[in-house]
């Protein structure tokens, strides 16, 4: 059974930094574009950043852009997602998910696999 776990929220200050983790197991996940959505209270899923299936390409919504840098491990099947100067804005539930569409995809819709989410509250 395939499976996303994510991991590494939680309460933080403002401007500090956070690097979330995402392990996949029950599949191969070597061809699949792996991304990041959040979902703050009471808003809709968004996008946050994709990243191809060799690491070679990242694509980054435009509230990700210079503060935040997703990366893979291919060998750890992991996926992570370091966040720098993180705001109270930044506060969501953080998911991982999998797509064999194409690396700009952020519609939720086109994701096979999703984890279960690790929430992040940024406050002081």
């Known amino acids: 059974q395939v499976q996303l776990v994510e991991s590494g929220g939680g309460l933080v200050q403002p401007g500090v930094s956070l690097r979330l983790s995402c392990a996949a197991s029950?599949?191969?996940?070597?061809?699949?574009?792996m991304s990041w959505f959040r979902q703050a209270p009471e808003k809709e899923r968004a996008f946050v950043a994709a990243?191809?299936?060799?690491?070679?390409?990242?694509y980054y919504a435009e509230s990700a852009k210079g503060r935040f840098t997703i990366s893979r491990d291919k060998a750890k099947n992991t996926v992570y997602l370091q966040m720098n100067s993180l705001t109270p804005e930044d506060t969501a539930d953080y998911y991982c998910?999998?797509?064999?569409?194409?690396?700009?995809?952020?519609?939720?819709?086109?994701?096979?696999?999703w984890g279960q989410g690790t929430q992040v509250t940024v406050s002081s």
């Open positions: 998910a999998a797509t064999l569409v194409a690396l700009e995809t952020t519609r939720p819709t086109d994701y096979d696999y």
């Open positions: 029950g599949g191969t996940f070597s061809r699949y574009v």
């Open positions: 990243i191809s299936w060799n690491g070679g390409r990242q």
